[in-house]
């Protein structure tokens, strides 16, 4: 190798490495904030209306069921001088079988995936889904790379309010951006 082709490949490479940055793109970030496009969206409104009274009317029903367990409890307790032990197995038998009731209801409106859980995916799915296409055509639109979102589980230790695009994405949702 001659003297020329030594020199001329560490230049050839320090070259090509001082170039690099130069070709590489600067990433865009972007955040908005879900909570706040969410109480400004009508159909969040409406869904956490429907939301609550279902609540309530299920709470009603396991109060109304939890009555009725305690009152066979004190139907019993007051006639326990009175009954044969076979009377009381059967009654405790019934009171049993109405508890488990009360506790396969609850679990069925208010447990993990239970009514209320599937209600309120039901509910969000679509107004999530039209948050999520406004922030796509958002990003498109003003080139953004990546867009966060500042009400999930993403810490974010500090964030500059200029790059929070939540009002883009309202906009294109067709919601005022205006503060109420």
């Not at 070709?23 to 956490?48: G, N, T």
């Not at 709470?59 to 009377?87: C, G, H, N």
């Not at 447990?111 to 039901?122: I, N, T, V």
């Not at 080139?143 to 500059?160: E, Q, R, T, W």
Request: charged share 30%; glycine share 2%; aromatic share 8%.
């Amino acid at each position: 190798m001659t003297a020329r082709h030594q020199f001329a490949i560490p230049l050839l490479t320090l070259l090509l490495i001082g170039c690099l940055p130069l070709l590489s793109v600067a990433q865009r970030f972007a955040y908005i904030d879900s909570e706040v496009i969410l109480k400004k969206m009508p159909a969040y409104k409406d869904a956490e209306a429907e939301l609550v009274s279902l609540t309530k009317q299920w709470e009603q029903e396991i109060q109304t069921k939890q009555a009725e367990v305690l009152s066979m409890r004190r139907k019993m307790e007051a006639e326990l001088v009175l009954l044969t032990p076979e009377m009381k197995k059967e009654r405790e038998a019934e009171i049993l079988t109405k508890e488990n009731d009360l506790k396969n209801r609850q679990a069925e409106l208010f447990g993990y995936d239970g009514a209320l859980f599937k209600k309120r995916s039901e509910l969000m799915r679509p107004i999530q889904d039209k948050i999520l296409a406004a922030s796509r055509k958002v990003a498109k639109e003003k080139k953004i790379n990546f867009i966060f979102d500042k009400a999930s589980d993403l810490h974010m230790i500090y964030y500059d309010a200029s790059y929070n695009y939540s009002d883009f994405v309202m906009e294109e949702l067709g919601i005022s951006t205006e503060q109420k």
